[in-house]
């Protein structure tokens, strides 16, 4: 059952969803420079698509490069600012933090989707987290969110059990606009 008057939302994660990864060694890696940042085929309409649904559209990131000294936050921030007037995103939450720090926000702790939900009155369990690594996948999953993994067959571990796999992000709003459909339908019912 949804909470009274919460939000839906969903959570996506930056580099490798709404715009590409750089790939080192089978690796992804998040764009150095503005100049670097493509926003991947399309992504705008699938976020359209989300957003006249009536979804919060987060950003959650992982940016460990300014914590480790190779990127800027003034950089980090170019690029959200970039994305954020070419898409419909409602809000960029940031994890500027390294393992080591052993943070709450950064993934896959459930930190940054946590503290959206409390500001935004977001209802976690009919919201969707949507990513391309295993630590997007886990902090959905401690968040209580619906997990989609978008699988671009990284070099890398791969996450446990994502409630849904799929291959582009247009993949992954269809899902969401279904699973929404569903339980709207099952919603009524109970009426």
Known sequence: MSQAGARHAVFLDRDGVINRAILRAGKPHPPAALDEVEILPGTRPALEKLHSEGFLLVVVTNQPDVARGSQ?????????????????????????HDDRDHCACRKPAPGLILEAAQQENIDLAHSYMIGDRWRDVEAGKRAGCKTIFIDYGYSEMQPEAP????????????????DMTIIKQEQMREL
């Open 163 to 178: 409630d849904f796999r799929v291959h582009t992000l247009s993949e992954a709003v269809e899902i969401i606009r279904n």
């Open 72 to 96: 800027t936050r003034e950089n980090v921030e170019a690029i959200h600012s970039f994305l954020g007037t070419r898409l419909p995103i409602d809000q960029f939450m940031v994890c500027y």
